[in-house]
């Protein structure tokens, strides 16, 4: 499975943007799809996740109430909304797809390339 971010970008303190993942295939109800987050010499952090079949969401505490992770408008995506934005969002954003609920990136199977989130202050 392929997966590709998009919606990265630049944009200022207390604005909002929306990431896209798109999957290769169909998103089955088994699976999980999670947002991680990465700067360099930190480790990769949980953002979000969802399970697919129950639609059931999870957020890493940083972002919990300004991020909402939601399925896309095709079967094979999820979007990352985001807003509120502050400069410690800043950071390069995957998609990942796995088959258990978790926030570590062990649990992930498949990952995306990454797309570059700045925020600047």
């Known amino acids: 499975v392929q997966l590709q971010a998009s919606g990265g970008g630049l944009v200022q303190a207390g604005g909002s943007l929306s990431l896209s993942c798109a999957a290769s295939r169909r998103i089955f109800s088994s699976n999980v799809v999670g947002w991680f987050r990465q700067t360099p010499g930190k480790e990769c952090e949980f953002v979000a996740g969802i399970r697919w079949g129950r639609g059931s969401t999870y957020y890493g505490d940083s972002v919990q109430g300004r991020f909402n992770i939601v399925k896309g408008n095709a079967v094979n995506m999820v979007d990352l909304q985001m807003k509120n934005l502050k400069p410690e969002d800043t950071a390069v954003y995957y998609c990942?797809?796995?088959?258990?609920?978790?926030?570590?990136?062990?649990?992930?199977?498949?990952w995306g390339q990454g797309t570059q989130v700045t925020v600047s202050s």
């Open positions: 990942a797809l796995g088959s258990n609920v978790g926030n570590s990136p062990s649990e992930y199977t498949y």
